[in-house]
């Protein structure tokens, strides 16, 4: 699909199917896969009458890879145990 890379974020169709946490691969000139991670959505429509080809979706994104979220309230055990 095409889109516009505006600093850290890509301006989609507004019916593009991409969600926060999705991975997004393009193919460079020099023939490397470039990678980036999307970190925030927004679907955006214009505000005047008739303006529908101003809408699009927004993908925020960062090419570092998320990390994962730590689980709240949770309780590490570590079991050091022989002979089983």
């Known amino acids: 699909m095409r889109a516009m890379d505006l600093t850290n974020r890509y301006a989609l169709p507004v019916d593009a199917d991409v969600q926060e946490g999705d991975r997004i ?18 679907v955006l429509q214009s505000p005047f009458p008739g303006g529908a080809s101003l809408d699009h979706t927004e993908a925020h994104y960062s090419t570092a890879p998320p990390t994962p979220a730590a689980v709240a309230g949770g309780t590490t055990w570590n079991v050091t145990a022989t002979n089983i």
């Open 25 to 42: 691969e393009q193919e460079l000139p020099n023939g490397r896969t470039q990678t980036v991670h999307v970190t925030k959505v927004d």
